[in-house]
């Protein structure tokens, strides 16, 4: 299940809004309602949240869809992996969506860094958010 602080959070972060004021001016949505819905204090109205999604310029569908780190994540879990690759994705899974996305950049930038078979988990990581990308 979606957890819609979460999403909200996550796709904020992907189209590069830099806070919450911001895709609260850009859906025209009070503060104090987006607020309290990322405090999960409350649910938003239907109107409320696709006025959120037209902001973040995703279609309501989109925004309640399993995110494309999520799906890296379990196919990462299908693949031989060392133990200290196996402890490195049980951390990633336990972050936050938007924690995640930020080890994952970090990861990306040191990618000339790593061992050979490092770099191979890497680059099927990569392939797969390419294709999953170019589903969407």
Do not use: W
Not at 63 to 76: G, P, Q
Not at 88 to 104: D, H, P, V, Y
């Amino acid at each position: 299940m979606i957890n819609i602080p979460e999403r909200i959070k996550e796709l904020t972060f992907e189209k590069g809004l830099n806070s919450i004021n911001e895709l609260s001016r850009k859906a025209d949505v009070p503060q104090s309602t987006l607020a309290t819905i990322m405090r999960g204090q409350t649910s938003p109205r239907a109107d409320t949240l696709n006025r959120i999604c037209q902001a973040l310029e995703v279609s309501m569908s989109e925004f309640f869809t399993e995110t494309s780190l999520t799906k890296i994540i379990e196919h990462a879990e299908a693949m031989p992996l060392s133990e200290e690759q196996q402890v490195a994705l049980k951390t990633l899974k336990n972050m936050s969506t938007a924690e995640q996305q930020q080890r994952f950049i970090k990861i990306l930038n040191k990618l000339p860094k790593l061992s050979p078979s490092d770099l191979e988990a890497s680059l099927k990581f990569i392939d797969y958010l390419h294709a999953s990308r170019q589903k969407s």
